[in-house]
């Protein structure tokens, strides 16, 4: 008998302190998941990041722990949103972000990744992974970050990805329970194969797969 191709696993192994901040929580999960791959060959990818996050944890955790420096770093942008919320007179209101804004916090984000020495690819992911791959073509992921929030995006980067995780490397899903447009892109994906998303929280921390 065949299992569920969705199978949660609670990693006692992994188990995290919940005395500590969310964001805390976050980069020691993050550390623990990046040992299982620290000997791998293959690049570290994420797809999604902002000015608040430039993938500056793995590139501490290669430096400060002298690990495999066969893993080049690579980020893909999240598209900038228009839209911001702002908290006004203790409600929360839309304001909406001038290009300026959004392009300015691209160039932060630029600046940030070549002073850790992170490829960073802006733009549309489903449009700049395929250009990506072209100009990649022997492309091998130990480490692949999907924090997109949006389900077309979030498809077409395991489309383009998934098959090129070498054995033993990791999908990481950043807002599995949190965003349901990332929940659909993985259902859909992965409904016709057996796999096990193991996590430390059914309702928050990361989600991951080991590929096998």
Do not use: W
Not at 29 to 35: A, H, N, T
Not at 60 to 67: I, L
Not at 81 to 109: G, Q, Y
């Amino acid at each position: 008998m065949s299992k569920p191709f969705l199978d949660y696993l609670s990693d006692s192994e992994l188990l995290i302190d919940k005395q500590y901040q969310p964001q805390t929580e976050k980069l020691l999960e993050y550390y623990e998941l990046y040992k299982l791959v620290k000997n791998l060959n293959g690049s570290i990818l994420k797809c999604g990041v902002n000015n608040n996050e430039t993938f500056s944890y793995f590139s501490f955790f290669k430096k400060t722990n002298q690990y495999n420096t066969n893993q080049p770093l690579v980020v893909f942008e999240k598209n900038p949103s228009v839209f911001e919320p702002a908290l006004v007179n203790n409600e929360t209101v839309i304001t909406v972000k001038s290009s300026e804004d959004i392009i300015s916090s691209r160039k932060n984000i630029a600046l940030k990744s070549k002073k850790e020495d992170i490829d960073f690819i802006p733009g549309n992911v489903t449009n700049a992974l395929p250009t990506y791959l072209i100009n990649n073509p022997e492309l091998k992921i130990a480490l692949l970050v999907i924090d997109l929030d949006n389900y077309e995006q979030t498809l077409a980067a395991l489309q383009y990805l998934y098959p090129r995780i070498v054995s033993n490397g990791i999908l990481i899903i950043s807002n599995y329970y949190k965003k349901a447009e990332d929940t659909a892109a993985i259902k859909e994906y992965f409904a016709n194969q057996s796999v096990i998303i193991r996590n430390y929280s059914k309702s928050k921390g990361l989600h991951y797969i080991i590929k096998d």
